[in-house]
């Protein structure tokens, strides 16, 4: 089954302790990218990635890392998290961007993160 | 800097009814997509429309596409309590070789209320 796959759905953790977010589609997708969903704000980009080793900051991309070391996984690392990064984060996959191909969204089920 | 528009953000409407949510975004796109999303739940791929004058239609509901306009529609016929959700728009912007960023609105909250 195609599908994208985040890791863990619910997480509550500490100020300060660094944490990953797993992130891994199996339809051979080169895009990939990391949302944040925040009430009345819609989602927003954090960052993407064209292919293996290409990544580019989105439009919210302060407080977070990314890396691409192979085309399935697209983890998402924030060092030292803070309550502001508290919200509900989603993964997504697409095809490459060269028109005229879709670059319909896949998107994973979700990770409700918590910064206390 | 690429802005997508949705409205209403919120419609409240009774089943039967028909009601449509707009979509629009300020730069020269040429590729528009339609999401859902239950509460609590990811978001679900309902149209890709890719050209000017494209029309999708899955049931109740049907999409189109004016990228003169920078316009796309989300309509529903004779609305149902299943259709209650939020409806996301996002639009492409292409920036040349596999580059591109997609932005979304901010949704629109779907109630249908029997």
């Known amino acids: 089954e195609a599908q994208v796959t985040q890791n863990p759905r619910y997480l509550i953790t500490v100020t300060g302790k660094k944490l990953t977010v797993t992130c891994s589609q199996n339809m051979n997708h080169e895009y990939m990218s990391w949302y944040r969903q925040d009430p009345g704000l819609g989602l927003r980009q954090i960052y993407y990635s064209m292919n293996v080793e290409v990544t580019d900051k989105g439009d919210v991309p302060e407080g977070y890392k990314v890396s691409r070391k192979e085309k399935r996984n697209f983890p998402l690392i924030l060092e030292s998290p803070s309550p502001n990064q508290t919200s509900l984060y989603f993964c997504a996959s697409s095809l490459s961007g060269w028109p005229p191909w879709s670059t319909e969204a896949f998107f994973g089920q979700g990770t409700r993160l918590t910064v206390v | 800097e690429l802005k997508v528009e949705q409205n209403p953000l919120f419609l409240s409407m009774q089943e039967g009814k028909n009601y449509t949510i707009y979509c629009n975004y300020s730069t020269t796109s040429d590729r528009l997509y339609w999401y859902r999303q239950d509460p609590g739940k990811s978001l679900e791929s309902l149209f890709v429309l890719l050209s000017n004058g494209a029309v999708k239609q899955e049931g109740r509901l049907m999409a189109s596409l004016d990228t003169k306009a920078r316009l796309s529609t989300l309509h529903i016929t004779a609305a149902v309590h299943d259709l209650s959700a939020t409806y996301f728009c996002?639009?492409?912007?292409?920036?040349?070789?596999?580059?591109?960023?997609?932005?979304f609105g901010k949704g629109t909250l779907l109630t249908v209320n029997p």
């Open positions: 996002a639009v492409d912007r292409y920036s040349g070789g596999s580059n591109y960023k997609l932005t």
